[in-house]
């Protein structure tokens, strides 16, 4: 399958879809709308294998309980978010809807470094705190998945609570050392490339 974009929430968060074998597939992000998610699932006849969580903000994560609950799906967090899976406290649900978040159940935790082996597709996770202390990137073949840690022209906002600047300093100088050119699909907006945003993102040319 190639890979699909939906924008779920109030927030407008994206969610990405794509194939890791045949008919499987794995999602980054959830944020709420999960009819959605289970719909554009069905339509294609694919089957969920792997929810992967780019960190714990509730606008990531809204959706994740209800979508593993109908699909059998493995959720994947970095074990310095895992708290806000649980809490509507910690992942600010609070702040940023009326709606009840559903805490999920049953998830893995990850490490920096780590690499995750789902169908056909070899996935490493790297880890780049900042936005929040459990933030990471997903990179796979040509794809970074790149969570609210880096966007077109700027980066996530370090002002939540437990968010930490210059931890995102750091992560940056990550993303900057990296030889490929990765497509970046970042949380919100739209897509760009590694090699652009090391050209005209402030944010990265500053480290």
Known sequence: MELMRLILGELATNCYLFGCGGSEACAIDIGDNAKKVMQVLNQNHLEL???????????????????????????????????????????????????????????????????????????????TPGHTPGGVCYLTEDMMFSGDTLFKGSIGRTDFPGSNPADMVTSLKKLSVLTKNYHVLPGHFDGSTLEFEKSHNPYLRAV
């Open 49 to 127: 294998k792997a929810i992967l969580l780019t960190h714990g903000h509730y606008d990531h994560v809204a959706g994740v309980e209800a979508v593993r609950k109908m699909t059998g799906a493995t959720v994947y967090i970095h074990e310095a978010d895992a708290v806000m899976l649980k809490s509507a406290e910690a992942n600010l649900a609070y702040q940023l809807t009326e709606k009840e978040y559903i805490p999920v159940q049953e998830y893995q935790t990850l490490r920096d470094g780590q690499i995750l082996r789902i169908g056909d597709k070899e996935i490493q996770v790297l880890h």
